[in-house]
């Protein structure tokens, strides 16, 4: 079966310094994986997304997030934190050979950058 | 507009009654989805509509939720006699494609309040 999970509930950093946002799956294929993010009173927005080819995808608004096949990880990531970035972010996954679709989502981590 | 919009933005209703709630996606996308997003919660797949294919409706909680797509269009998420475990925000989200591939957009939701 589809799963994701998301380590942690929240993540803290300070702003200026890298932020890293865990996510790991499990999937029985080869996976499509998606960040997407939820700013406070909006909707949910579109990051990024793997597909195929590099395992380093680069996403808006300066994040990016790392393909690892083998720890079968999707960890999104920025060098620089802005307080701007604080906002609820879910990792999503859906096997490509799975006719049926159903795009899995993580619980969620809020990410909360300090000043 | 160009995005997904959601009516009504809230709706608080007493336990035991219907409500319906509903989704205009994005103008051509033919694919069309419903969640759920509990307090505090990720995101809970309800239904799926592509094109003229038959719904996935394995996400839905149980016989007292229903969902139809008229036209391909414009969709219409209905729960009968309402508990107050339905308290959530349902989001809809559309994309243009089904291949796995596929980026969706969702809407602002609605918030449901369930008395």
């Known amino acids: 079966a589809q799963s994701v999970a998301q380590p942690e509930d929240q993540v803290n950093v300070a702003e200026g310094n890298p932020l890293t946002v865990k996510c790991t799956y499990s999937?029985?294929?080869?996976?499509?994986l998606f960040w997407y993010v939820q700013y406070p009173n909006r909707g949910l927005q579109f990051l990024l997304k793997?597909?195929?080819?590099?395992?380093l995808v680069k996403g808006s608004y300066g994040f990016e997030a790392e393909f690892n096949k083998s720890q079968t990880s999707f960890h999104l990531k920025k060098p620089s934190a802005l307080v701007s970035d604080s906002a609820l972010y879910f990792c999503a996954v859906r096997d490509r050979w799975n006719r049926g679709f159903k795009t899995i989502f993580g619980a969620g981590t809020r990410l909360f950058v300090k000043a | 507009g160009a995005g997904v919009s959601q009516s009504p933005s809230n709706k608080v209703t007493e336990k035991g009654k219907d409500v319906e709630l509903r989704c205009d996606p994005i103008?051509?996308?033919?694919?069309l989805y419903w969640y759920r997003q509990s307090l505090g919660q990720g995101l809970e797949f309800l239904i799926y509509f592509q094109g003229n294919s038959a719904p996935d409706k394995s996400g839905l909680p149980s016989d007292r939720f229903s969902a139809e797509r008229t036209g391909g269009s414009v969709s219409t998420l209905t729960i009968q006699r309402t508990q107050q475990e339905d308290s959530a925000v349902y989001l809809c989200?559309?994309?243009?494609?089904?291949?796995?591939?596929?980026?969706?957009?969702f809407g602002p939701g609605t918030r449901l309040t369930v008395l």
């Open positions: 103008s051509g996308h033919t694919a």
């Open positions: 793997y597909i195929t080819g590099d395992n």
């Open positions: 999937v029985s294929g080869n996976p499509y």
């Open positions: 989200a559309s994309s243009s494609q089904s291949t796995g591939v596929d980026t969706q957009y």
